[in-house]
Structures are given as structure tokens and as C-alpha cells.
């Protein structure tokens, strides 16, 4: 074997770039060999905990298929999730750590409540966000990096309360007069907003408007208040433990409105409908994703095969009909944008999604300048013909009949509201 010496400048200049290229080389390879990291605060504990949980699956099973596919870019992805412990106090600082500690590649937000605390740190950043499940919030922000998974639309205070408004309306005789209620937070408030603004539009007269502290377990007096204005329509904007509350509360009063339900955060998840069963009929309230045969989207009961057999070994949400197919889908399209643009360049992705429709397992997403998606797909739906505290019945159509909007409805409202519950008995 012959050794070739170099000598002289000449020498030490190509000895010099051969290592400088190798060091290049070896960075290159190691940037291309670590993960793919995205962020999130999520709820894990607090009264949205079983929200929270289940939508982490909904991301595991995401990031397990990708990673048995080989990735994104030939790099594995790593979820890196914070419990926010259903508290908005900690968003600020989980966001701050993982862009400036953890130094995520991609960010994903929660709640209403939890995202509008999380954007500020996110807009001085300049990150694109995807946000999960949060109403209306770029109203306030309008930036151009949001972007939002949930199907509110444009007008999100609209899409979100139209369908109970529309049908009411369709009543004979028509409704005069409503009365709003709802939780003193963010998404309650929103929702609120939104009703007024479909009361004014037709003409009703609200009497009674009222919010309550988020700690409120006693619901007798909120409702005897209410009750006693005798409105046509009852439109409540709540939370989990609120929702369970306040539908038992009425049924222990007799409320009799001739339609009773609203924005009511729970009545979507499997454990609330186990639990409240038979008390549910006859409530209209909204949805984003249920089995009813006007429903079909490809790929989404493969998804959900997959989730409801997880969710059945680490005790989670049953069905996964509200959050975790949602999840799943807002990392379809991080994925996708990932892939389309060769990296993980914040513009580049903002970009792409702006001008590209995705193909999801809830449909067809294209979002329009505000981050929300371009054409709303809120279901307004009535519980109808629930016998006993069987999950499994949830998995059948016709326990929640969608009521609007008229592309997807599989049946019409029932009222009033003391008919559709005895309906179900008969």
C-alpha cells in the first residue's frame, strides 16, 4: 500500500477542507437523524382531563403509523406534551419552554381557553400554530400562522349556535322569547356571543342572559331563575362537569322549554353519555363527527378501529367521536405540509396550508386566511330513543339524529322538549 503525503500550504489548505467538509457532513446527518418534535400543553388532569387523554391518543396513533412508515423526511416524530392540569395559568409557561428549552419543530394548541393564554408567546416566536379545539380565537389575534381544526368556519360564535336557532325557528308556532346561561370562561362566553347575535337576527326576545362562576356545582338556583321567565328556548353554554349538572338539575325542576340544549361541552364524550343516559333524550346540542348513515369519510373507522381498541386497555374516552379523529387529522396535515415543503421552515409551512386543500379522516380541510376552515361542518343534533347507560347503543345511528345542517341531516327536531324525552320511553 502507497501513503500520499501532502506538504506545504497547498497540503494543509486540502487537509483543512476534507475536515471541515467531515464536520459539515456529520452535522448534517445528525440534524437528519433526530426526531421531528412536536409540542403541546394538554390537559392530563383537572375536570378536562378525560378531553385531554383522549386527544393524546389520538396523536400516538398518528405518530406510530408514521414512524412504522419511516417518518417524516426519513426522521422519526417524538410528541412532546405538557399537562396544562386543565389550568389556562400554566399555558404561558409550557409554550415558552417548548419553543425556548425543548426547541419543538412544530406546536400544537388545546382548548379555547388554553389557546389564548398560548398565543402571544406563539406570535412573538413567529411559529405556525394548529390549533384543536379553540372558538373563534384568531378574532382577537388574527395571525397568520393559526390555523384551526375544529369545523367552526369563518364565524365560528355562528356556525357554533346556527343549527339550535334554525330549528327552533321551523317550530309552529315559532319561539318569542330565549334565555341564555353559561359558564363566566372564555369558550361559554364566545358562545354566548353567538347566540345573542341569532337572537337578534330573528327577531327573539332574550329573558334571561346570565353567566356563572366556572366553580358553580349547584345549578337549582341558576335555573330557578331562569325558569321563572318561562322562555321558549333554553340555549346553555357549558363545560363537562357543568353539562352533567345542569341537565340533571332540570329534569329535577321539570324545565319544559320547547327546546332545551345549546353549545354543551361533554354531552360529545362517552363517559357523559354513559352516565347521564335516558336524561339525554331530547337535548339538542353539537357535534363534529357521529355515525349516522348522511356521515361517510374515508378513513375515519379505520382511525377509529384503531383508537377504540387502545382506548379500551389505557381506560380513555370509549368512542373518540369528538376529539381524537380531530387530533389525528390536525397532524394529517402538519404531516403533509412537512413533506410538501422538504422541512420544518415556519413560512413555508404557513404557506402551504394556506394554499392547499387537505385530505383528512374528517373530510376535505381547506382554511381560508384566517386559519379557520373555509366551510363550517358544526352538527347540530338531537339525543333521541336512549334506553338505559349502554355505551355500546352511542355506536348505533339514530341516538343522535343530525338536525342541521341540511347537507348532513338524518331526520328533523322533536319538540317541544318534554316530547322528545317521552318519545323515548315509549
Same mark, same amino acid.
Given at each position: 500500500?502507497?501513503i500520499?503525503r501532502l506538504?506545504?500550504?497547498?497540503? +494543509?489548505?486540502?487537509?483543512?477542507?476534507?475536515?471541515?467538509?467531515?464536520l459539515?457532513?456529520?452535522?448534517?446527518?445528525a440534524?437528519?437523524?433526530?426526531?421531528?418534535?412536536?409540542?403541546?400543553?394538554?390537559?392530563?388532569?383537572?375536570?378536562?382531563?378525560?378531553?385531554?387523554?383522549?386527544?393524546?391518543?389520538?396523536?400516538q396513533?398518528w405518530?406510530?403509523?408514521?414512524?412504522?412508515?419511516?417518518?417524516?423526511?426519513?426522521?422519526?416524530?417524538?410528541?412532546?406534551?405538557?399537562?396544562?392540569?386543565?389550568?389556562?395559568?400554566?399555558?404561558?409557561?409550557?409554550y415558552?419552554?417548548?419553543?425556548?428549552?425543548?426547541?419543538?419543530d412544530?406546536?400544537?394548541s388545546?382548548?379555547?381557553?388554553?389557546?389564548?393564554?398560548?398565543?402571544?408567546?406563539?406570535?412573538?416566536?413567529?411559529?405556525?400554530?394548529m390549533?384543536m379545539?379553540?372558538l373563534?380565537i384568531?378574532?382577537?389575534?388574527?395571525?397568520?400562522?393559526?390555523f384551526?381544526i375544529?369545523?367552526?368556519?369563518?364565524n365560528?360564535?355562528d356556525?357554533?349556535?346556527?343549527?339550535?336557532?334554525?330549528?327552533?325557528?321551523?317550530?309552529?308556532?315559532?319561539?318569542?322569547?330565549v334565555?341564555?346561561?353559561?359558564?363566566?370562561?372564555?369558550?361559554?362566553?364566545?358562545?354566548?356571543e353567538?347566540?345573542?347575535?341569532?337572537?337578534?337576527?330573528?327577531?327573539?326576545?332574550?329573558?334571561?342572559?346570565?353567566?356563572y362562576?366556572?366553580?358553580t356545582?349547584?345549578?337549582?338556583p341558576?335555573?330557578?331563575?331562569?325558569?321563572?321567565?318561562?322562555?321558549?328556548l333554553?340555549?346553555?353554554?357549558?363545560?363537562?362537569?357543568?353539562? +352533567?349538572?345542569i341537565i340533571?338539575?332540570?329534569?329535577?325542576?321539570n324545565?319544559?322549554?320547547?327546546?332545551?340544549?345549546?353549545?354543551?361541552?361533554?354531552?360529545?364524550?362517552?363517559?357523559?353519555?354513559?352516565?347521564?343516559g335516558?336524561?339525554?333524550n331530547?337535548?339538542?346540542s353539537?357535534e363534529?363527527?357521529?355515525?349516522?348513515?348522511?356521515?361517510?369519510?374515508?378513513?375515519i373507522?379505520?382511525m377509529?378501529k384503531?383508537?377504540?381498541?387502545?382506548?379500551?386497555?389505557?381506560?380513555?374516552?370509549?368512542?373518540?367521536?369528538?376529539?381524537?379523529?380531530?387530533?389525528?387529522s390536525a397532524?394529517?396535515?402538519?404531516?403533509?405540509a412537512?413533506?410538501k415543503?422538504?422541512?420544518?421552515d415556519?413560512?413555508?409551512?404557513?404557506?402551504?396550508?394556506?394554499?392547499?386543500?387537505?385530505?383528512?379522516?374528517?373530510?376535505d380541510i381547506?382554511?381560508?386566511?384566517?386559519?379557520?376552515? +373555509?366551510?363550517?361542518?358544526?352538527?347540530?343534533?338531537?339525543?333521541?330513543?336512549?334506553?338505559?347507560?349502554?355505551?355500546?347503543?352511542?355506536?348505533?345511528?339514530?341516538?343522535?339524529?343530525i338536525?342541521?345542517?341540511?347537507?348532513y341531516?338524518?331526520g328533523?327536531l322533536?319538540?317541544p322538549?318534554?316530547?322528545?324525552?317521552?318519545?323515548?320511553?315509549?
Amino acid at each position: 500500500m502507497r501513503i500520499f503525503r501532502l506538504t506545504g500550504l497547498r497540503g +494543509v489548505a486540502l487537509a483543512l477542507s476534507t475536515m471541515i467538509a467531515a464536520l459539515y457532513l456529520s452535522s448534517d446527518t445528525a440534524r437528519a437523524a433526530d426526531p421531528i418534535k412536536i409540542g403541546f400543553g394538554i390537559q392530563l388532569t383537572g375536570p378536562l382531563a378525560g378531553n385531554g387523554k383522549a386527544a393524546l391518543l389520538g396523536a400516538q396513533i398518528w405518530a406510530d403509523e408514521v414512524n412504522k412508515a419511516g417518518g417524516l423526511l426519513g426522521r422519526s416524530v417524538e410528541l412532546v406534551p405538557y399537562d396544562d392540569q386543565s389550568n389556562p395559568g400554566l399555558v404561558p409557561g409550557i409554550y415558552s419552554k417548548l419553543l425556548d428549552v425543548d426547541k419543538v419543530d412544530l406546536l400544537l394548541s388545546n382548548n379555547t381557553n388554553q389557546t389564548a393564554p398560548a398565543m402571544p408567546t406563539i406570535i412573538q416566536h413567529k411559529r405556525l400554530i394548529m390549533g384543536m379545539f379553540a372558538l373563534a380565537i384568531n378574532e382577537q389575534f388574527k395571525y397568520p400562522g393559526y390555523f384551526q381544526i375544529q369545523p367552526y368556519g369563518p364565524n365560528g360564535k355562528d356556525s357554533l349556535t346556527r343549527g339550535f336557532f334554525e330549528n327552533a325557528m321551523a317550530m309552529d308556532p315559532k319561539p318569542t322569547t330565549v334565555a341564555l346561561v353559561g359558564a363566566d370562561a372564555e369558550f361559554s362566553k364566545n358562545a354566548l356571543e353567538g347566540a345573542r347575535m341569532q337572537a337578534k337576527r330573528l327577531g327573539l326576545t332574550v329573558v334571561y342572559d346570565k353567566v356563572y362562576p366556572p366553580t358553580t356545582v349547584n345549578f337549582t338556583p341558576v335555573l330557578k331563575a331562569l325558569q321563572a321567565t318561562s322562555p321558549d328556548l333554553v340555549f346553555v353554554a357549558s363545560y363537562p362537569s357543568d353539562t +352533567v349538572g345542569i341537565i340533571r338539575t332540570a329534569h329535577e325542576i321539570n324545565l319544559e322549554p320547547k327546546v332545551f340544549g345549546g353549545a354543551m361541552v361533554g354531552t360529545q364524550y362517552a363517559a357523559i353519555k354513559q352516565q347521564l343516559g335516558e336524561a339525554l333524550n331530547g337535548i339538542v346540542s353539537f357535534e363534529q363527527y357521529i355515525p349516522e348513515p348522511t356521515v361517510k369519510f374515508p378513513g375515519i373507522e379505520d382511525m377509529l378501529k384503531k383508537y377504540q381498541a387502545k382506548a379500551a386497555e389505557v381506560g380513555v374516552d370509549a368512542l373518540g367521536y369528538y376529539v381524537p379523529a380531530f387530533v389525528y387529522s390536525a397532524l394529517q396535515v402538519l404531516g403533509e405540509a412537512v413533506t410538501k415543503t422538504g422541512g420544518v421552515d415556519q413560512q413555508k409551512l404557513i404557506n402551504y396550508i394556506h394554499a392547499n386543500t387537505f385530505q383528512t379522516v374528517v373530510g376535505d380541510i381547506t382554511f381560508g386566511p384566517d386559519g379557520e376552515w +373555509v366551510e363550517p361542518r358544526m352538527f347540530a343534533v338531537q339525543f333521541r330513543n336512549i334506553k338505559g347507560n349502554d355505551i355500546q347503543q352511542f355506536t348505533q345511528a339514530g341516538k343522535e339524529v343530525i338536525i342541521f345542517p341540511p347537507k348532513y341531516k338524518s331526520g328533523g327536531l322533536v319538540y317541544p322538549f318534554i316530547k322528545a324525552q317521552k318519545a323515548a320511553q315509549n
